[in-house]
């Protein structure tokens, strides 16, 4: 069974991407494992001399590095991911490369009509960044709007026709994991140059 990390994208306490997540968990027991992570507990990004990361960062590193996939449930916050999501990603980018060629799935609960629509985008535009370099499945938002009125109190989504699509998109996530196992030939050079990459010296 594939083993799947899902990415909490806020440190509020009560999110419905929290409950998204959970309930994909649930959802697809049967088919792949996701342990929920959490980022509520990682420090303010500081950039440390040293290089030394605190623990719960190399922590989260080593869950996705030893991961098929990730999937990333964010808000949206003023057209833009959370602080503390952009916090997290900063950390894990500071001279550590566990997205570097990982699957990555996002999706995103907020409580308007729009879903987390320009989030997402904006998550994209990091996660293929030069330091965190994943592998973003393409066309494939998955957006769960009013999502206070969401779910029953069994954390179960109400709508029908939104599980049938998050169904689908889970399905193509789990042959796009399949698919980007065969394009591995260019990990190493990828790696390279991230460790070699810095913004001061373009």
């Not at 989504?157 to 169904?167: C, G, I, N, R, S």
């Amino acid at each position: 069974m594939k083993k799947m990390i899902g990415l909490v994208g806020t440190n509020s306490d009560n999110s419905t991407n929290r409950q998204l997540l959970y309930f994909m968990k649930e959802h697809f027991k049967n088919h792949v494992d996701i342990e929920i992570v959490e980022i509520k507990e990682i420090p303010l990004f500081n950039k440390p001399e040293d290089k030394k990361l605190p623990s719960v960062v190399t922590e989260i590193a080593e869950k996705i590095e030893a991961a098929d996939g990730v999937i990333i449930s964010t808000p949206e916050y003023d057209h833009a991911v959370p602080a503390s999501l952009m916090n997290a990603l900063n950390w894990l980018s500071y001279h550590i490369y566990p997205f570097l060629d990982k699957p990555v799935m996002i999706t995103g609960a907020s409580y308007g009509t729009l879903g987390s629509s320009r989030a997402q985008q904006h998550l994209r535009q990091m996660l293929d960044s030069p330091e965190l370099k994943a592998r973003i499945m393409p066309s494939s938002e998955f957006l769960l709007s009013h999502s206070l009125q969401a779910f029953d109190e069994n954390n179960q989504l109400k709508d029908t026709e939104q599980v049938k699509k998050l169904e689908a998109l889970f399905k193509d996530f789990m042959v796009f994991v399949e698919v980007m196992k065969q394009l591995g030939n260019a990990h190493e050079a990828n790696k390279k140059e991230a460790e070699n990459f810095s913004w001061e010296n373009l």
